[in-house]
């Protein structure tokens, strides 16, 4: 593989992504990285999204009729994605609690399971208080 350029876009788009737990997406990346780089296009954020998740530097959140969300958190983890407003909740899951998801899922297939992605879907909890509120 050819040596990485340095980027201080990229190191920027980074260190972002590292203070944030909101998942944020590629517009949101790009509004905030804008403040400090005036100039950077749209393209450039989500070239370099792309370049740190084929990196495997950040995780890309693909979640149906949504934009994609990135995460700093690269650690194997769950998602939360709320079904009103879109938002995306790391969950605190002990592996032991779902560790042999990959051995279940094998049995009776004649491939090798080597791992999987589960997003859970629902309402947070800032969607259920706001319907309670307005008595929903």
Do not use: W
């Not at 995460?71 to 983890?77: A, G, L, M, V």
Request: charged share 25%; net charge negative.
């Amino acid at each position: 593989m050819a040596l990485l350029k340095h980027s201080r876009q990229r190191d920027s788009i980074v260190e972002y992504l590292a203070g944030t737990k909101e998942h944020p997406t590629a517009d949101m990346v790009y509004a905030n990285i804008r403040e400090q780089f005036p100039n950077i296009s749209l393209g450039t954020v989500y070239r370099n999204l792309s370049l740190l998740n084929e990196l495997g530097q950040v995780v890309k959140i693909t979640t149906p009729g949504q934009p994609d969300r990135f995460d700093y958190r690269t650690d194997p983890h769950y998602h939360f994605i709320c079904v009103k407003c879109g938002r995306v909740i790391d969950l605190d899951i002990e592996d032991k609690d779902i560790g042999d998801i990959d051995a279940i899922a094998g049995k009776g297939f004649d491939g090798i399971v080597n791992g999987h992605i589960c997003q859970f879907y629902g309402i947070c909890p800032d969607c259920v208080r706001e319907e309670r509120k307005h008595g929903n």
